[in-house]
């Protein structure tokens, strides 16, 4: 592997939230983040797990105005730049320009893999305010790779600093991945980065398959703090990347302490692939789509996975939640005996 450093942005107080039905407080975000700055994490993304204004009823409401959230995040970094998710039609140039009046140091512009043109006026923004302004390309295992080429090409046009592979289902194989980064490796002049789910156990092995390519970003969530199964686990890609000689310049025992005394507290129940996770994969389903279908199914006496396979064969994309309950309600319509 000739690459020699790659850049690590933390996502578990982002990707996280979905974990926690979005209710991290200001003391909790405090103490992540000035442990993850103290281990020299570089990124640190700090949102609504839907991305700023993504707090509502039909994606879930915060437990702490996300402003709040940010700033506090802001408060105790010294050296970490502290990133927000936006996704155009939830979060607003608005929030964007509040949320780097407030300290954010990089915008990550999420669209779903054939959306990239709704981004041009939050990246484009994003440039003028000076934050580092990533392009973030949803559900990438959706489309041919000619497809994802195209889209990244968009989002370069617009000013991208860095595009990403986002694997938002948990979906993707590692040779998938592999022809994903290198046709953008090929194509694209800007940075490469990749962001995984473990819905398939494929997490690490897909984000050195993404390095193997030629991405220099990868998404890690500390502890598996993320949706679904979670992301690619921060303390160990830090120790998998420096036994293969590549620097991140990441603290590996800092963060293995972070992870066992402030993260493990926050979670619910430890991470691990479910049977509800496992089906997020499978079916190539958005990974926050199982805190919601799990409720759904509860409501209408339904199974999950029934709900979830189902918004796979829809091909339901993020945005669009609301077709959850819709999907539960007529399986269990079709449950019900006639006469």
């Known amino acids: 592997m000739k690459q020699r450093e790659v850049t690590i942005t933390e996502v578990a107080l982002r990707d996280g939230s979905h974990a926690i039905g979005h209710q991290f407080t200001v003391d909790q975000v405090r103490e992540v983040v000035q442990m993850l700055d103290d281990a020299n994490v570089p990124y640190i993304e700090v949102s609504h ?87 973030f390309l949803m559900m990438a295992h959706m489309v041919p790779v000619e497809k994802l080429v195209e889209q990244a090409k968009l989002m370069e046009s617009y000013g991208a600093d860095t595009v990403y592979v986002v694997d938002s289902a948990g979906a993707m194989l590692p040779h998938e991945v592999r022809e994903r980064i290198r046709a953008l490796k090929n194509e694209v002049s800007i940075q490469i980065g990749f962001h995984a789910h473990n819905n398939l156990s494929l997490a690490m092995a897909n984000s050195i398959a993404a390095i193997e390519e030629g991405a220099t970003w990868i998404d890690g969530s500390v502890r598996c703090l993320g949706a679904g199964a979670g992301n690619t686990q921060t303390e160990v890609l830090v120790a998998v990347l420096d036994r293969l000689g590549i620097q991140t310049g990441i603290d590996l025992y800092k963060m293995m302490d972070l992870a066992e005394e402030a993260v493990a507290p926050i979670l619910p129940k430890p991470q691990e692939i479910t049977k509800g996770s496992l089906v997020l994969g499978y079916a190539g389903v958005y990974s926050s789509f199982l805190l919601h279908a799990n409720r759904a199914a509860d409501k209408f006496g339904v199974d999950a996975r029934d709900i979830l396979v189902e918004l796979g064969k829809q091909r339901v994309v993020g945005g669009q939640e609301d077709m959850i309950l819709d999907v539960a309600s007529d399986l269990a319509n079709r449950k019900t005996p006639i006469g």
Not at 68 to 82: N, P, Y
Not at 105 to 119: K, L, P, Q
């Open 49 to 135: 797990g839907d991305g700023i204004g993504g707090s509502s009823l039909q994606y879930g409401l915060s437990g702490t105005d996300e402003m709040k959230l940010i700033e506090a995040a802001v408060s105790v970094s010294r050296q970490a730049k502290i990133g927000v998710l936006l996704l155009p039609g939830i979060g607003t140039v608005h929030e964007l320009k509040e949320a780097a009046n407030i300290g954010a140091r990089m915008a990550r512009i999420a669209t779903h893999v054939t959306e990239a043109d709704v981004s041009k006026q939050h990246i484009m923004l994003s440039k003028e305010l000076g934050m580092e302004t990533v392009g």
